[in-house]
């Protein structure tokens, strides 16, 4: 993969991270009025930052020696 299309999958990253620190600052207030829908929110931010870094791995496993000690 391209150098390019590693800083834009670190965007990526970045975004899911603001999100989730978002739902995360919402969490309170919202699980008072829904539970359910609080809690999903959170899971579903979260399960977004996992799977951008693991893109981010898949894309820049080649650029970056990750298991080379």
Partial sequence: MSLET??????NLANYMRLYGEANIRFG???DIDREEA????ER??????????????V?????????W
Wanted: overall charge negative.
């Fill in 6 to 11: 590693v800083d834009n999958v670190i965007s």
């Fill in 60 to 68: 820049s496993k080649e650029h970056f020696p990750y298991f080379t």
């Fill in 29 to 31: 207030s919202l699980f």
């Fill in 45 to 58: 931010a979260f399960e977004a930052k996992l799977e951008a870094f693991h893109t981010l791995y898949d």
């Fill in 39 to 42: 809690i999903h929110n959170l």
